[in-house]
């Protein structure tokens, strides 16, 4: 249950955990951040869509930059786009860098601006799409039962890091090597530190 007295956690924040919690951390919990060329280009994509506004394309009502929030779940955050359609159906539409594949990181944080449009709403959002904007194609994603119980789940796992004020491990694989904040975590030498200390562990119990 999120208190009346707890800050809201930013929409973004879930996409960040779930890609690698310690990125959130350092993020949302630190207050660090640096760039590369991939956080450049998101930037850059995001540009299209960062300007309050909307326009009427085919008796479809597009509105760009919409504040969003969710009292519920203790969310806030805006949408890149969403379509409000003359049958009553509500679309949101997030705006991503690169080519057309799915990501559930990607698919959470739609889903999360799925969530909060129905509360301010009060209409159902089943779907929303991923606009790739390498490949200007979208991907459209089903908003399931699955991963609604993931935006809560993950809601409570960055509420709880905030309030332990510890960053969680880092998970030093594939991910790392395109991070732009790999310099600030330093995944590799935590993960010496720790198997250091494994190694101690070891050996004090063969010794007993």
């Not at 860098?97 to 739609?110: E, F, P, S």
């Amino acid at each position: 249950m999120v208190s009346a007295t707890d800050d809201p956690i930013p929409i973004s924040a879930l996409q960040h955990w779930a890609y690698c919690p310690r990125q959130c951390g350092l993020i949302y919990l630190e207050q660090s951040f640096e760039d590369n060329v991939h956080t450049a280009r998101g930037q850059a994509v995001h540009h299209l869509v960062d300007t309050p506004g909307h326009e009427v394309k085919a008796s479809v009502r597009v509105e760009r930059a919409l504040p969003l929030w969710s009292d519920r779940l203790g969310l806030i955050g805006k949408a890149d786009l969403v379509e409000f359609h003359p049958d009553g159906t509500v679309f949101p539409v997030e705006f991503k860098h690169g080519h057309r594949r799915q990501k559930m990181h990607d698919d959470l944080q739609l889903a999360a601006q799925a969530i909060c449009l129905e509360e301010m709403l009060g209409r159902p959002v089943p779907r929303g799409a991923i606009y790739h904007a390498s490949s200007r194609r979208r991907r459209e994603v089903a908003i399931t039962p699955e991963l609604r119980r993931l935006v809560e789940a993950t809601a409570d796992a960055i509420r709880a890091m905030f309030a332990a004020g510890t960053l969680p491990l880092p998970v030093n694989d594939a991910r790392c090597r395109e991070c732009s904040l790999k310099a600030l975590c330093q995944p590799e030498a935590i993960a010496a530190k720790q198997r250091q200390a494994e190694l101690r562990r070891q050996l004090y119990a063969d010794d007993d």
